[in-house]
């Protein structure tokens, strides 16, 4: 007898109800972008994404809940994503990619490590603002 009264609620507030609930889980799973950082030559961008509220959830003892992404700026391509790291007190960017310093690793605090990363001035990617550039 309960269910006829829910027969009655026409379609589109069904379909109204469904996609509220669809933004609501997409929000509460899904981080939300802060800021970015983009390397020495611009050649690299970080960018900082809170943690959603999901994610907030699973660690809790963190207290600046970010996930870290690094992207080649162009052409426009994510080249490695962090897990949940906190960075309160520990979000020092690194650039280790050409010399003196070329371990082709880019470092965020001490949680956050994007490894193999090709150098900034290395062929054939170099940037104009590079030593020794040529047209």
Request: glycine share 4%; hydrophobic share 40%; charged share 20%.
């Amino acid at each position: 007898m309960q269910f006829s009264r829910l027969k009655r609620v026409p379609c589109i507030a069904w379909c109204i109800a469904l996609s509220v609930l669809c933004v609501i889980g997409w929000y509460v799973a899904t981080p939300s972008f802060a800021d970015a950082e983009n390397s020495p030559h611009r050649v690299y961008r970080l960018e900082f994404h809170k943690a959603s509220f999901l994610q907030r959830v699973a660690h809790p003892t963190h207290k600046m809940p970010y996930v870290v992404r690094l992207y080649r700026i162009e052409p426009k391509t994510l080249l490695g994503e962090s897990a949940v790291v906190d960075l309160l007190f520990n979000g020092e960017i690194s650039w280790h990619l050409d010399p003196p310093l070329q371990f082709n690793k880019v470092y965020v605090g001490r949680d956050v490590l994007f490894e193999n990363i090709p150098g900034e001035c290395n062929e054939p990617a170099r940037a104009p603002s590079c030593p020794n550039y040529k047209h």
